[in-house]
């Protein structure tokens, strides 16, 4: 019996020096570590206190993460025995998503520093949050969106896998997906999930959560310090179209801000009617088009379909999204609308 405490005792010290962590019956060793940055940043944070996220997987299939991948971007894929069909004939993800971080920092999220960021990387300034970090998110469709689904956010809110399910059968006027299609989606996501190398970290700070981890001190403050270090939900406020006596219709506006605005916000959609039926372009026509219909409340004015979009209609299900003062400020609406003067010769 002595003996046996004795290698128990032995066994029990030798998990603790290595730094063995359990969670849900599974065993993952992040100790000794070797380099900090290349460590999961869900994994980290449990092991420093915080629960795991009710869509937590250990690891990812990458011939089914990349089928997610291709549901992302072409709205369609196979997989082995599954014969994969449309989603949405009128939107892809990508369409309202970007898939990468959109500010140099990546917990700033003025809606001048993202616009400068991905007009510099050519990429386009959408109405809907970025898919970077999606995995690592608690909160989902967030504040004023029930204004616009009511009840249907109650159960996609804390639930990643619903979300997408909201975003497929309503956001995207699509279906709802099949239950391999979720998966490949949340095998893509599980790949992208943040290390600590995505974070802007500095070395010191890398320190704190390596010390936290392998030797058990400040863990409080390790754990805070990640928590705070990336997005874990995006703010939406809905703030209604600017009444017509609060208009400048571009009076003041920065001309070049909006004319990034206009090329990669309107553009992006609207060129060549790739989304949408209406078509613009970047000349004097567009820019009457759009200058002559900026008065007044309705789907043609800028200042109305920027903050309340449009809503599908029998017989076409394209709409726009609208842009949330998150995204789009008030201020760059008046810079929208200095470009369009120009380009519209007024």
């Known amino acids: ?79 082995k025995e599954y014969s994969g069909k449309i989603i949405s004939s009128y939107f892809n993800c990508t369409d309202c998503h970007n898939l990468v971080k959109e500010t140099e920092e990546f917990t700033n999220l003025d809606p001048q520093d993202r616009l400068e960021y991905l007009s510099e990387n050519d990429l386009p300034f959408t109405a809907g949050s970025t898919f970077f970090g999606i995995y690592n998110r608690s909160r989902f469709y967030n504040d004023d969106y029930y204004k616009k689904y009511g009840d249907l956010v109650n159960d996609a809110q804390d639930t990643l896998a619903n979300a997408i399910q909201l975003c497929a059968e309503y956001c995207a006027s699509g279906r709802k997906l099949e239950q391999w299609e979720l998966n490949a989606i949340m095998h893509y996501y599980k790949k992208n999930e943040l290390k600590i190398s995505d974070l802007d970290l500095k070395e010191d700070e890398q320190k704190l959560i390596q010390l936290a981890l392998e030797e058990g001190v400040n863990q409080k403050e390790a754990l805070t310090l ?17 009444p017509e006596s609060k208009r400048k219709y571009g009076e003041g506006g920065n001309v070049e801000n909006g004319e990034k605005i206009y090329k990669s916000a309107c553009m992006y959609c609207h060129e060549n009617s790739r989304v949408t039926y209406l078509n613009l372009n970047d000349d004097v026509l567009s820019g009457k088009y759009l200058w002559n219909h900026k008065e007044g409340y309705d789907d043609l004015s800028v200042y109305q379909v920027v903050r309340w979009g449009t809503y599908p209609i029998i017989g076409r299900k394209q709409y726009m999204p609208l842009y949330p003062k998150e995204k789009m400020s008030h201020d760059q609406v008046e810079d929208l609308m200095a470009y369009i003067k120009k380009l519209a010769r007024k």
């Open 1 to 79: 019996m002595k003996n046996l405490i004795l290698y128990l005792l032995v066994f029990v010290f030798a998990l603790v020096s290595f730094g063995f962590i359990f969670s849900d019956g599974a065993q993952r060793d992040i100790a000794p570590i070797d380099d900090v940055r290349s460590l999961s940043v869900i994994e980290v944070e449990h092991a420093l206190g915080k629960e795991l996220p009710n869509h937590y997987q250990k690891s990812y299939d990458p011939e089914l993460a990349e089928v997610g991948e291709q549901l992302i971007k072409e709205g369609k894929a196979d997989y």
């Open 226 to 242: 990640l928590q705070t270090s990336y997005v874990d939900r995006y703010h939406a406020t809905f703030t209604g179209t600017k």
